[in-house]
């Protein structure tokens, strides 16, 4: 089986960073897609980044020039680098993988991190 485990969440002042990482382990060909979803208080779980290996990466609106999605294959961690944050950032972030494996592929989910961006 595979885990995905998510770390660098935190506090940050408006106009801060923050790394998410997203670590995979487990029975792993190839990672075929990561996206990162976030989910603000009282509001839906939306995605904010996407990576296509080999094809793409993609923003939503509300992030685009301030986040960059990254992986790193050969430790089979994905990144979300985030700059320039904004207290409507505020949310947990979760990391979610298509993966190839012995059983095909499948998709799993991060256990989520908490990002709190203060003003």
């Known amino acids: 089986q595979v885990q995905l485990v998510e770390s660098g969440g935190g506090l940050a002042q408006a106009g801060g960073s923050l790394r998410l990482s997203c670590a995979a382990s487990?029975?792993?060909?190839?990672?075929?897609?990561m996206v990162w979803y976030r989910q603000a208080p009282a509001s839906q779980r939306e995605s904010v980044a996407r990576?296509?290996?080999?094809?793409?990466?993609s923003y939503a609106d509300s992030v685009k020039g301030r986040f960059t999605i990254s992986r790193d294959g050969a430790a089979n961690t994905g990144y979300l680098q985030m700059n320039s944050l904004k207290p409507e950032d505020t949310g947990v972030y979760y990391c979610?993988?298509?993966?190839?494996?012995?059983?095909?592929?499948?998709?799993?989910w991060g256990q989520g991190t908490q990002v709190t961006v203060s003003s």
């Open positions: 487990g029975s792993i060909f190839s990672i075929e897609t």
């Open positions: 990576f296509i290996s080999g094809i793409s990466t």
């Open positions: 979610n993988m298509k993966i190839f494996g012995p059983t095909g592929l499948r998709e799993y």
